[in-house]
Each structure stands twice: as structure tokens, then as C-alpha cells.
């Protein structure tokens, strides 16, 4: 959700080389994003008199909504938005939990997800950074019925969230780093076929550079931030997810 959505999309066109449809008209200003004719991400339109920080917020899976936000508020959890029903699409709700991470939630209809992985401009991960995981963990155990993997090595406080034995997002706790303008928060990584040369072109369309790339156990890595402020991660991967994670398992 964003303030200007013509120049977002202009921003994103640009990196990613992404096209855009419009709708649900249920979301009001709304497009979603393409690659090859496939949505990778969608971008709302904010209200005029709503100032709030922008960022990119990841959906999570539900059969049921309407339960899951429910279970959110009993377990310490906010509901901000909804449920509603976004048309045909699906069901959604937008939620924080108890450390003031915001997430969706997702019951999919003919909407399922995103529908392209591992090529430029699309969302290949996304890790809640939070103080400490203990506590966080369990509210989303409860939500979604993950297991839990430790993934940090000697010293760290990290988790990878699996279903079915399969990683689907990861979650970090970094104490007093928690970044105080920002807080608890989920970080969403997007495929760059060159990290470096993505880094350049988000600084020639007006982003910035908030850590710059490095080359880590799971692959090139940097974190930006488009022109309204909302941070993202550009990943070069080489393995498959969770290998790339029980890789990085030593590295902070």
C-alpha cells in the first residue's frame, strides 16, 4: 500500500521488468503485478489522509480466515483490516502479531498465490526479523501449524517455519539491532539476475541503499528501499531454499 501508485508501479516496471492489470475493485486503487503474464505481487493505493510507513507485507496461507484472524486477536495478535472478501480472489485479513509485525492472511479462491518463482522480480522468501523468536514462534505455530527448525548457529536466535517438512519462511531474533524506526517486522526477498546491477538501477530510479551487497552462504544479497521508504532484499540464489538456509545456518 503505497502513496503514489503510478510511480510505484514506474519503479518496479523498471527494476523488474513488471506489467500490471487492475483489481479487485473490492481493494479500491489496486493493481497486481505480472511477469509473463503470471501475478508475483500486488500494490495498493493509500487513502490521502492515511500517512502510514510503506512497506511490503507477505500473505500467509489459511483455509479459513475469518478463524485465523480470530485466533490472532485470542493470542495476542491485531487485526487491522478485514476480513473481506477481495471478489472472486479470495478472502484476506491484514494483522500484526503481539511484537507488531505486520502480515496477511490469505484464504485463497481462485487466487492461490504467486505464480512464477526463481526468475527476476519475483518474491522468493520472506523472514520476520523480531527481538527474540521464542515467543513470536509459538503465536504463528498456532496460526498456521508450523514446525520449527533452528537454523542460527552458536549464539543465534534464529528458526526456519516448515509445513510438511517443507521451509516456507524464516524468522530471526536480533535483540537491541532491531532497527528502531521500524521495529518488528517481515523482510520479502525478490530474485535479482545480478544483485549489483539491481542495486545500481533502485539508486538511478530514486531508492536507496540501506545494507549493500554482499555474497553470502545462500547467495549475492542486498537490501534497498523504493522511493516511498519501503524496504525490500535483492537475493542472487544458488541453492534451493532450504538448503540455502541450512547452509547459512552459521552466518549472522
Known amino acids: 500500500?503505497?502513496?503514489?501508485?503510478?510511480?510505484?508501479?514506474e519503479f518496479y516496471a523498471a527494476l523488474f521488468g513488471w506489467t500490471y492489470e487492475p483489481g479487485p475493485q473490492q481493494l479500491g486503487p489496486y493493481v497486481r503485478a505480472l511477469l509473463n503474464g503470471r501475478e508475483v505481487a500486488?500494490?495498493?493505493q493509500l487513502p490521502p489522509d492515511r500517512r502510514l510507513p510503506i512497506a511490503w507485507t507477505p500473505y500467509l496461507a489459511s483455509d479459513d480466515v475469518d478463524e485465523t484472524a480470530e485466533t490472532a486477536r485470542h493470542c495476542g495478535g491485531t487485526v487491522g483490516v478485514g476480513p473481506l472478501t477481495a471478489a472472486e480472489a479470495?478472502?484476506?485479513?491484514?494483522?500484526s502479531d503481539p511484537a507488531g509485525a505486520v502480515f496477511g492472511i490469505?484464504?485463497?479462491?481462485?487466487?492461490?498465490?504467486?505464480?512464477?518463482?526463481?526468475?527476476h522480480g519475483t518474491p522468493v522468501w520472506n523472514e520476520l526479523l523480531t527481538r527474540e523468536t521464542a515467543e513470536v514462534a509459538k503465536?504463528?505455530?498456532?496460526?498456521?501449524?508450523?514446525?520449527?527448525?533452528?537454523?542460527?548457529g552458536p549464539g543465534m536466535d534464529r528458526l526456519t517455519f516448515l509445513l510438511e517438512g517443507r521451509a516456507v519462511a524464516s524468522v530471526r531474533g536480533v535483540g537491541s539491532a532491531l532497527p528502531r524506526d521500524r521495529g518488528a517486522?517481515?523482510?520479502?526477498?525478490?530474485?535479482?539476475?545480478d544483485v549489483d546491477a539491481a542495486v545500481r538501477r533502485v539508486l538511478e530510479l530514486g531508492g536507496h541503499v540501506v545494507r549493500p551487497a554482499r555474497t553470502r552462504a545462500h547467495g549475492r544479497v542486498a537490501t534497498v528501499a523504493d522511493p516511498e521508504g519501503a524496504v525490500f532484499?535483492?537475493?542472487?540464489s544458488e541453492p534451493s531454499i532450504p538448503?540455502?538456509?541450512r547452509a547459512d545456518a552459521a552466518t549472522p
Not at 479470495?90 to 494483522?95: D, I, K, N, T
Not at 517486522?185 to 539476475?193: D, I, L, N, S, V
Request: charged share 15%.
Open 1 to 9: 500500500m503505497v502513496h503514489d501508485l503510478a510511480a510505484t508501479q
Open 42 to 44: 500486488g500494490i495498493g
Open 90 to 95: 479470495g478472502r484476506l485479513a491484514v494483522a
Open 106 to 119: 490469505w484464504q485463497a479462491a481462485e487466487h492461490l498465490g504467486t505464480g512464477l518463482a526463481g526468475v
Open 139 to 152: 503465536f504463528y505455530r498456532t496460526l498456521f501449524g508450523y514446525t520449527e527448525e533452528a537454523s542460527g
Open 185 to 193: 517486522h517481515w523482510m520479502t526477498f525478490f530474485e535479482a539476475a
Open 233 to 236: 532484499s535483492l537475493l542472487r
Open 243 to 245: 538448503e540455502r538456509l
